[in-house]
């Protein structure tokens, strides 16, 4: 169809717009200004939405900004608002310290996708730091290596240029947050282990003093005292693989965020006295977290001789944690299915909880309060199995031998 379309396709093709449920007169001049196109401005768009109609999914969504960043105004004239050019590739720096590690493999995914486009990758978002004259990338570095390595191999323009988004900062923990927040937007979330480092960068080099930077790094200094260190069980599978020794490793971060630094001590020092050629295991991270929550509850003290004891027992009955907690795995279900729960595995209750029932069993003479051993000799979360079905604990015990 050319020429004008008619008034009736007119109101008919506007019924349909979701933009214009309704159409009054302050719409049908809008309409009338643009019969061809049905192009608005945004500040037309605003204007309707927020001031005429008050939209109520808006009018919450602009409530909650203002409840969530008081200060947002400030904040963004203190970072400055991010501006928009064309850059070399080669103009671009990737600092490891401020941003996650950079991922070949990650890379080289990108550049075997045959949906690869280089004239339409995404704006790459910067922190230009006019004191080094560098732009940091905090967000599209892995987009920004597989270009130069295109373009180094000959396969793009000598004059190439990407399009970045900046923010002029000579603040590294401005640049640190600019990297966290973007975490997700991406096609890769940081891991718990880009977090972890992340925070001990922020401490050791920018002095960063917010609380979760600060009792991480305090943690990584107890993980130093005691010779143990943190890598991830999927970012560094190949490192760990090739390890000559896995003395001291920590892979399992959620358990280093939930410890506290008192229970994370005991743990530490209680590893290298009895398990230190190996990993520090999960299971025991957890056996120390809620071993705290236990002592709290149950009014009683972990003593350095029950904890002497029960470390003692358990190398001396399994060698370590891992084969310990491997060990529970058949007789567990065994029990389970007897109980009538075939289905259900061995807990991670269980496995904290057991150890102080094996002790008082073995003859251990330190304190236990009898709520713990009741609690945990074979439970799940609909109680205590064993009481409910009037077996003694011995029985129980019998099956782990």
């Known amino acids: ?70 200060l947002s105004k400030t904040r963004l004239r203190i970072v400055n608002m991010p501006k928009q050019k064309q850059v070399k590739l080669s103009e671009l720096v990737l600092n490891e310290i401020e941003q996650r590690e950079l991922s070949v493999k990650w890379a080289s995914i990108i550049i075997d996708n045959k949906n690869f486009d280089p004239r339409q990758v995404s704006t790459i978002d910067c922190a230009y730091d006019p004191k080094t004259k560098k732009y940091y990338v905090y967000e599209g570095q892995h987009t920004a290596f597989a270009l130069m390595v295109l373009w180094k191999q000959g396969q793009l323009p000598p004059d190439y240029t990407v399009n970045i988004s900046y923010i002029e900062t000579s603040d590294p923990m401005v640049r640190r947050n600019l990297t966290e927040s973007k975490n997700g937007t991406g096609r890769q979330s940081w891991t718990a282990y880009d977090y972890w480092r992340n925070s001990v960068y922020a401490v050791h080099y920018d002095n960063a003093t917010e609380p979760i930077h600060i009792i991480r790094y305090k943690k990584q200094l107890l993980l130093n005292k005691y010779n143990c260190y943190v890598l991830d069980d999927v970012l560094h599978k190949s490192i760990i693989k090739n390890l000559d020794t896995k003395q001291g490793l920590v892979t399992h971060i959620d358990g280093l965020n939930k410890i506290s630094l008192k229970s994370l001590e005991k743990a530490l020092k209680w590893h290298t006295k009895f398990f230190k050629g190996d990993p520090v295991h999960s299971v025991l991270l957890f056996m120390f977290i809620n071993w705290e929550e236990m002592e709290k509850e149950y009014n009683f003290s972990l003593t350095p001789k029950l904890l002497d004891e029960l470390g003692s027992m358990l190398v001396t009955k399994y060698g370590n944690i891992e084969k310990y907690s491997k060990s529970l795995t058949a007789p567990i279900k065994k029990w389970n299915k007897k109980c009538g729960e075939p289905e259900r595995n061995a807990s991670a209750n269980d496995k904290i909880g057991l150890p102080f029932v094996m002790y008082q069993a073995l003859g251990g003479t330190e304190y236990v309060p009898s709520m713990i051993i009741n609690s945990y000799a074979g439970t799940n979360s609909g109680g205590t199995l064993m009481e409910s079905m009037g077996i003694k604990k011995q029985e129980y015990l019998v099956m782990l031998n």
């Open 1 to 70: 169809m050319t020429g004008p379309l008619a008034k009736e396709t007119i109101d008919n093709i506007v019924k349909q717009v979701s933009m214009l449920p309704t159409i009054n007169a302050a719409e049908k001049s809008l309409i009338d200004l643009n019969l061809k196109s049905y192009e608005y401005s945004f500040e037309e768009m605003y204007e309707h939405y927020v001031l005429r109609n008050k939209n109520a999914t808006l009018g919450r969504a602009i409530k909650s900004w203002s409840q969530v960043h008081p």
